[in-house]
């Protein structure tokens, strides 16, 4: 089945650890994407990576890290240094920048 | 940067309504994205339409590009249409193109 995974599903993570999220695609698609998404609200874009070995930052990088050595994928580290990281992570993936966009199950942080 | 606005924020239907939900945009795209949030957080892609109108079951889409606005219609709604509905644009926006920028969403409960 084509798709994109995300794990873990929930993540508990003490304050002061970083943790790193899982995201892999198996579309063959050239982009992918990191977005956060708080309660009530839309989502947002930490990083971007349009081909392998090149990745972007979106509007809330702050405090998070990411690499990309595969095409399929693309993990996204929250480090220490992120002041309010309990949300939703969701991971995404396109042919290209701008076409339409595929999104994973998504993972839910919690910082305890 | 460019300002995506949904309306109405909630909206409750009895089974068998039908509905407009409405995404207004103040900037030129070339990506437009429509989404149903389920209860467990997955993004389902909806429509892809920067312009035009499309159709896919009860459910269908405009996008008036000159005019900035999209509209989701939504027709004899089921009770498993309830979610969240997200509208997404992108666009030649300086160093950020072609990725989507998210609207808040309209929370839809469709009761039996």
Known sequence: DGGITQSPKYLFRKEGQNVTLSCEQNLNHDAMYWYRQDPGQGLRLIYYSQIVNDFQKGDIAEGYSVSREKKESFPLTVTSAQKNPTAFYLCASSMGQGN?????PGTRLTVL | GIQVEQSPPDLILQEGANSTLRCNFSDSVNNLQWFHQNPWGQLINLFYIPSGTKQNGRLSATTVATERYSLLY?????TTDSGVYFCAVGGNYGGSQGNLIFGKGTKLSVKP
């Open chain 1, 100 to 104: 339409e966009q595929f999104f994973g």
């Open chain 2, 74 to 78: 939504i027709s004899s709604s089921q």
